[in-house]
């Protein structure tokens, strides 16, 4: 609900409610009434929070809860949050409908999975192979 992101993401950002008051200029008393759920913010102003905070309209107003972690915060604008998947015994992952959906992935769709310290991504083939060329294109000028 938009009351648990608005506390989530104030404290994430290390934000009192007076500065957020501050930010979108109202009274920190009204602020504090958006996170206990007693009121709602309008439109503006909630479009004004998701500037601040910089998350997307959309996801300043929808809860995500993921399996054995609970709510999960707002992704940043231009990022997602599509849940959670189990390994299978042999290593397979299945992608959430609403990514396969986004990206247009299909039964077929090769891939490349990249990592760092923190975790793993995949990247469709083409898509790799093409900042690859743009990148080697680059560093021949």
């Keep these: 609900m938009l009351k648990d992101n608005l506390v989530m993401l104030r404290k994430l950002n290390g934000y009192s409610q007076e500065q957020i008051a501050?930010?979108?200029d109202i009274s920190r008393q009204a602020y504090a009434k958006w996170e206990s759920g007693a009121t709602v913010p309008d439109v503006e102003k909630a479009?004004?929070?998701a500037q601040v905070y910089g998350v997307t309209l959309d996801s300043l107003l929808k809860t995500v809860t993921a399996?054995?972690?609970g709510v999960i915060p707002p992704a940043p604008q231009g990022k997602n949050i599509w849940g959670?998947?189990?390994?299978g015994d042999r290593g397979q992952i299945v992608i959430p409908k609403a990514a396969r959906d986004q990206f247009?992935?299909?039964g077929g769709t090769r891939?490349?999975?990249v990592s760092d310290e923190q975790g793993i991504a995949m990247i469709p083939a083409e898509t790799f192979a093409a900042?690859?060329?743009e990148l080697m294109a680059m560093l021949s000028d």
């Design 131 to 133: 900042k690859m060329q």
């Design 84 to 87: 959670t998947v189990t390994l």
């Design 47 to 49: 479009a004004l929070l």
């Design 104 to 106: 247009g992935l299909k």
């Design 22 to 24: 501050e930010k979108i």
């Design 67 to 69: 399996d054995g972690i």
């Design 111 to 113: 891939m490349i999975i």
